[in-house]
Structures are given as C-alpha cells and as structure tokens.
C-alpha cells in the first residue's frame, strides 16, 4: 500500500517529506475503514488523530521520548506507525493486537489502562524519573478536551508546571468531544480560543499598555480580568495555560501536517513544560463518521465501509431496557434526575435527556464530581441515577462511600457493562463492581437476570430512601425471560426445584444475574445424574438474604455463580453469612480468578476462566465426586 507498506518502525518517517506525509495519512485513513469495519472499534478517535499521530512520530523518537496516550482508544494510528499495520485484521480479537496500547505488544506501547484523565500524572512521574537518573529525554502526552474536565488532570498541570525545567509536552487534542460533544466550562473556553485565533497577541497588547499605566493601569486590569460574566472570559482563555507558568502554542490546525510539524518541532526544543493545543475533527475524511451527530462513529461494531451501516440487526438489549424504566419513572415521579459523565448515549440516557432536560446533567470525564453532586441533589430532596459503565464507578469509590453512603443518601447507581464485557479489554471489564459495593455499608445491590427483572429491580432501586442502591447488568442483547417458579418473602426467586432422587445429593445453585440461564442448563445435566438440584436467583445480591441460609442448610452443596473477580464476590458474602448462622453446608465459588481479563468475545473469556455452561458443570461434578468420596470415607 504505497508508503506505508514500506514502514516498519517509526525510525522510517524522518525521512519523509511532507508530501509523502500526506499521502501516508490518506493510506491510514483508507486502512482505518477496512479494518476496522471487519472488526468493530473506536473508529472516529482514530480517524480525527491521523495527522496528529504521524507529525508526533516525525518530530520526537519513541520509545526514547515516550509518547503516552490518555485512555488510548485513539492508539490505532500509533499502532500503525510502530510495526502492526499488519496486525489489524486480529484487532480486539482473542489473541489478536488490543484495542488501547498494550505493553506486551510494544515498545512503544507505555500504558495500559483506557479510563482517561491519567495520562498528565504518568507523564510527570516519567518526566520527574528521567531528570533524576540525569537523562535527556522528552516525555509527551496526548489528552483529549473531554479528558481535561477530569480533576486529576488538573492536579497533574499544578505539579508538571512546578518543574520548570522538565521537558514535558502535552498535547491537547480538541476535538470538542469526548463520547458524546464535550462538556463544562473548560470546553468553552477552548472553544473561544478556536474561534478567536488573534486575540492572544491583542490582548496581550492591551494587557502591556494598561500595566503601563502605573496603578491605575493595574487595577484596570485586575477588573477586567476578574469580571468574567461581563467580558465573557476573554482574558481567561489566553491566560488560562501561562497562569499555570506553562507556555501554551496554538491552535494549530490537527489536519495539517505543515503546522503540526511546526509546533511540534518547537515544543521538542522548548525547555520546560509546554502545551500544543491542535484543533481535530472526530471522524475526519470519512463522511459516515463525520455526519454521525452522535458520537461521530466513537465505536463502532461491524459496518459497511462504504457507508458507515451497521451489518447485524442490532437486537433488545439492557440498556435500552434501562432506558424505557428511567423514562417511565420519570414521568411519575418529578424528583428523579439524571446525571452522566460524558457518556448520555451509550448509557442509554439520550432519551431522558431529550425529555427532561432540565433534570439531566451531563458532567463530562468527571465520575468523582458526578457521584458528589449526586449527593448534593439528593441533600436537597432529589433522586439522582448515576449511570455510569461499571468499570468507571472504580474512580468515584471514595465518594459512593464517603459522600453518598455515609449520609444514607438515596442515590441510585446504574452500572452498565458489568461483568466480562469482552474485546475493550482488561481496563474495560467490569469485574470488579460487585467486590467494591458489597462492602459499603448500608448499600443494596441488585443483579436482574433478565429484561423483566431490570425494569422491575430499577423501580425498587428508586424506592430506596435510605441509603444507595445499585443495580448492575452486563453489556450485549436481552436473554429470554425466565419465570419464577415462586418468589419468597426475601425477594429471593426460585427458578427450579427437584426432588427427584430420594437417595441423591442435593445441589443449592446460586445465581447472579445473567447467569440465570446457563445455570438452568447445568441443572438439567445434573438431574439426568440423579442428583436433585434447586436453582434460585438472589435479585439482591446485597445484602444477602436470610432465606438463602435456610435454602443452604437443606443441601448438600452451595455453588454460587457470578460474574466477577470472585474474592470479595457474593459468593464470599453468602459464606461468610453461613458461617455467621453456623450453617456447614459446603459451598463453592465461580467467579472470575483475580487477574485482568484479556480483549477477547465474552463467550470466550468465560470459556477460558470454566464459566461456561462444560466448564460449570466439570466443576461442581468434581465436588460432588469429593462429597461422595468424604461420605465412603467416613
């Protein structure tokens, strides 16, 4: 493929011109499409950095001078340039190269983890190491707008300023976006630096000429700097980086290469913490993604490369489910708000927010903030939902515990994309979500197995006055509904009862959430063996019912099934529950082991972990051969 078929490290741009350096962007962009279409991915970002990506590999030398990119969605073009054009038909494929940098695939490749806003602190902490071991070496970090209304940015900015020495270039990459267009004060401010590219040397200008002026002069300008609302922050914006004691370049244009090439080349020789502010278009060259209002195309799954169509009929899935319950609820109840951290379409609140959009908020990249003012909304007698992909809620553990929890506050969590979620990979997974909620006191955690059971579960999340309320459902399409043979006093449902076998064991089956269903398969290979096996679902996973104790103390074995990191699942609350109410029935845990799943289909990540339907059913065969051993034994 021309120019890039002849690339295989970095190394082989410094002696392109820049011609060449056009026609290797439109090569990209044409490899991009293909690939990406044939797999699915965050197809947008990357086409928006494409230039970007080729004039910071042209000017800096990686891996000497690191190149470290903020949640990494926007790698492919990295990837590309450093050796694994070649890769991409295995892109976020079982085996294959991961959809974010990966350091076991590169070199090149220094960070790992896709939750943005962290990309400022690794680069100082690398900057900091360097100027210790006495080495000369420029650290770069790529972070978009929508990552700059992350606090931790901005604690980053305060420490990397303070080394005025220490060569650090970060680059903003403005796209006016992050998942959905980019929100809060600091995006319009870069949005008034976009349009006013000549007001920097004027009101510098001005600035000179009123100090100047002596006393008088100063406190003109203190005024005029200070009255915000009345200039609308023209003073600010120029000022905003130099305040910080950092130099500020630009905007320059992300799509042309002449221009990024320039500022770049001039940042690389800069001494001390710079920042190049490089105006990109999410999508850029592919009309599909351009005209997508949305997300321009932030991710995609299989589509038609030439017009941008999705190939599979999209099926029912969970969060439109969520979306359906959120609306009718608010249409009953006018205390119900909404709050999202950038990320209204793919948690399902679009809809909500077209309804009501004076009871939603949009806080952008910020899940600490949104949990917190989630808290000031419910001191003042709201009922905020946080909707939020599980692995997210990570961030804002602090402030569910401190800030919700502590004051038995009625705020309710809505966590997309629990569980294994499969080719976003190990940042992306949310196998962790069960562990952290379960161990905040006063909270409740519900896990549906199905549509009906979401829609059902929300609403008594939403009755809940006295504390927080969770409720956690994986990503994909609905599974059939499964009817409850009876429901107990507790909550807790019973999805199959057997006593077929008066000389069999008896098997108690646990299971959380969506796997309801293989947990009925299971069932049936067990009764063929004679063994009698109850299957229940929990629906509240936190706290654990009482009825589950009795249930235990009936059989012969417990397995509890679930969809995450198994220390500290539910499968070690309802133990220790047992062990508490001095209940020896043996029980068993499935869960995923403590490590990081990799990028892979969920089915296959499940396979590998003996979470499949074999892999479920060898295991509790195995215990029931112990059990009866034991018995022979005794």
């Given at each position: 493929?021309g120019?890039?078929s002849?690339?295989?490290?970095p190394?082989?741009?410094?002696?392109?011109?820049?011609?060449?350096?056009?026609?290797?962007?439109?090569?990209?962009?044409?490899?991009?499409?293909?690939?990406?279409?044939?797999?699915g991915?965050?197809?947008?970002?990357?086409?928006g950095?494409?230039?970007?990506?080729?004039?910071l590999?042209?000017?800096?030398?990686?891996?000497?001078?690191?190149?470290?990119?903020?949640?990494?969605?926007?790698?492919?073009?990295?990837k590309?340039?450093?050796?694994?054009?070649?890769?991409?038909?295995?892109?976020?494929?079982?085996?294959?190269?991961?959809?974010y940098?990966?350091?076991g695939?590169?070199e090149?490749?220094?960070?790992?983890?896709?939750h943005?806003?962290?990309?400022?602190?690794?680069?100082?902490g690398?900057?900091?190491?360097?100027e210790l071991?006495?080495?000369?070496?420029?650290?770069?970090?790529?972070?978009?707008?929508?990552?700059l209304?992350?606090?931790?940015?901005?604690?980053?900015?305060?420490?990397?300023?303070?080394?005025?020495?220490?060569?650090?270039?970060?680059?903003?990459?403005?796209n006016?976006r992050?998942?959905?267009?980019?929100?809060?004060?600091f995006?319009?401010?870069?949005?008034?630096?976009?349009?006013?590219?000549s007001?920097?040397?004027?009101?510098?200008?001005g600035?000179k000429t009123?100090k100047?002026?002596?006393?008088?002069?100063?406190?003109?300008?203190?005024?005029?700097?200070?009255?915000?609302?009345?200039?609308?922050?023209?003073?600010?914006?120029?000022?905003?980086?130099?305040?910080?004691?950092?130099?500020?370049?630009?905007p320059?244009?992300?799509?042309?290469?002449?221009?990024?090439?320039?500022?770049?080349?001039y940042?690389r020789?800069?001494?001390?913490p710079?920042?190049?502010h490089?105006?990109?278009?999410?999508?850029?060259?592919?009309?599909?993604?351009?005209?997508?209002?949305?997300?321009?195309m932030?991710?995609?799954g299989?589509?038609?490369p030439?017009?941008?169509?999705?190939l599979s009929?999209?099926?029912?899935?969970?969060?439109?489910?969520f979306?359906?319950?959120?609306?009718d609820?608010a249409?009953?109840?006018?205390?119900?708000?909404?709050?999202?951290?950038?990320?209204?379409g793919?948690?399902?609140?679009?809809?909500?927010?077209?309804?009501?959009p004076e009871?939603?908020?949009d806080?952008g990249?910020?899940?600490?903030?949104?949990v917190?003012?989630?808290?000031?909304?419910a001191?003042a007698?709201?009922?905020?939902?946080?909707a939020?992909?599980?692995?997210?809620l990570?961030?804002?553990?602090d402030?569910?515990l401190?800030?919700?929890?502590?004051?038995?506050?009625?705020?309710?969590?809505?966590?997309?994309r629990?569980g294994?979620t499969?080719?976003?990979g190990a940042?992306?997974?949310?196998?962790?979500?069960?562990?952290?909620?379960?161990?905040?006191?006063?909270i409740?955690?519900a896990?549906?197995r199905?549509?009906?059971?979401?829609a059902?579960?929300?609403?008594?999340c939403l009755?809940?006055?006295?504390?927080?309320?969770?409720?956690?459902?994986?990503?994909?399409?609905?599974?059939?509904?499964?009817?409850a043979?009876?429901?107990?006093?507790?909550g807790?449902?019973?999805?199959?009862?057997?006593d077929a076998?008066?000389?069999?064991?008896?098997?108690?089956?646990?299971?959380?959430?969506?796997f309801?269903?293989?947990?009925l398969g299971?069932?049936?290979a067990?009764?063929?063996?004679?063994?009698?096996?109850t299957?229940v679902?929990?629906?509240?996973?936190?706290?654990v019912?009482?009825?589950?104790?009795g249930?235990?103390?009936d059989?012969?074995l417990?397995?509890?099934?679930e969809d995450?990191?198994i220390?500290?699942g539910i499968?070690?609350?309802?133990s220790e529950?047992l062990?508490?109410?001095e209940?020896?029935?043996?029980?068993?845990r499935?869960?995923?082991?403590?490590?990081?799943?990799?990028?892979?289909?969920?089915g296959?990540?499940?396979?590998?972990?003996?979470?499949d339907h074999?892999?479920?059913?060898?295991s509790?065969?195995?215990?029931?051969?112990?059990?009866l051993?034991?018995d022979?034994?005794?």
């Open positions: 493929m120019i890039l002849g690339l295989s490290s190394a082989d741009l410094k002696d392109l011109k820049l011609g060449q350096l056009e026609e290797l962007a439109e090569e990209i962009r044409q490899l991009l499409v293909e690939k990406v279409s044939a797999t991915g965050h197809l947008g970002p990357n086409l950095v494409v230039e970007l990506t080729i004039a590999h042209k000017i800096f030398t990686s891996p000497h001078d690191p190149i470290i990119f903020d949640t990494s969605h926007q790698s492919y073009v990295h590309i340039l450093t050796g694994r054009a070649g890769e991409f038909d295995t892109l976020r494929q079982k085996g294959g190269i991961s959809g940098t990966a350091r695939e590169s090149h490749d220094w960070t790992e983890s896709s943005a806003s962290a990309a400022l602190s690794v680069a100082d690398m900057a900091k190491a360097f071991s006495g080495l000369d070496r420029q650290v770069v970090a790529v972070v978009g707008d929508g990552a209304t992350g606090g931790m940015c901005w604690e980053a900015l305060n420490n990397i300023a303070s080394g005025h020495d220490r060569n650090v270039v970060i680059v903003v990459n403005d006016g992050s998942y959905s267009p980019t929100i809060g004060g995006a319009d401010n870069l949005a008034r630096l976009r349009m006013e590219r007001y920097d040397e004027i009101m510098e200008h600035k009123l100047s002026m002596g006393w008088v002069g100063e406190r003109t300008f203190e005024a005029l700097a200070s009255f915000k609302e009345g200039v609308k922050s023209q003073i600010i914006p120029t000022e905003m980086f130099p305040e910080l004691g950092m130099k500020y370049v630009g320059v244009k992300g799509h042309d290469l002449k221009s990024l090439l320039h500022a770049l080349d940042a020789s800069y001494e001390g710079i920042i190049v490089a105006i990109t278009e999410k999508g850029h060259g592919y009309a599909p993604a351009v005209n997508d209002v949305a997300d321009q932030h991710a995609t299989i589509i038609d030439l017009t941008g169509e999705a009929q999209a099926k029912p899935d969970w969060t439109s489910v979306t359906s319950s959120i609306l609820a249409e009953r109840r006018e205390d119900i708000v909404a709050i999202t951290a950038a990320m209204a793919p948690t399902g609140l679009a809809p909500f927010a077209e309804a009501y009871r939603f908020f806080v990249i910020a899940e600490q903030h949104a917190t003012s989630a808290a000031g909304l001191l007698g709201k009922h905020p939902v946080v939020i992909y599980s692995t997210f990570n961030r804002a553990f402030q569910m401190m800030d919700v929890a502590l004051l038995g506050l009625p705020v309710t969590f809505v966590l997309d629990s294994v499969g080719p976003d940042s992306h997974n949310g196998v962790w979500d069960m562990a952290l909620t379960s161990i905040v006191p006063g409740r955690v896990a549906p199905d549509g009906a059971q979401l059902e579960l929300f609403d008594d009755d809940v006055t006295d504390g927080p309320s969770v409720i956690r459902y994986p990503k994909g399409a609905l599974p059939e509904e499964i009817p043979l009876m429901q107990l006093g507790d807790v449902d019973i999805l199959r009862y057997s076998a008066t000389e069999g064991l008896d098997v108690l089956l646990v299971a959380v959430g969506s309801a269903g293989v947990a299971v069932a049936d067990l009764e063929a063996q004679g063994i009698n096996v299957v679902d929990p629906r509240w996973i936190v706290p019912a009482g009825s589950l104790i249930l235990a103390d059989h012969d417990v397995v509890v099934i995450g990191i220390r500290g499968g070690s609350l309802i529950a062990s508490a109410a209940v020896d029935t043996p029980l068993r499935l869960g995923f082991p403590s490590m990081f799943p990799m990028h892979s289909s969920r296959e990540l499940l396979a590998e972990v003996g979470l074999d892999g479920i059913l060898a509790i065969e195995g215990w029931l051969e112990g059990l051993a034991d022979d034994n005794s």
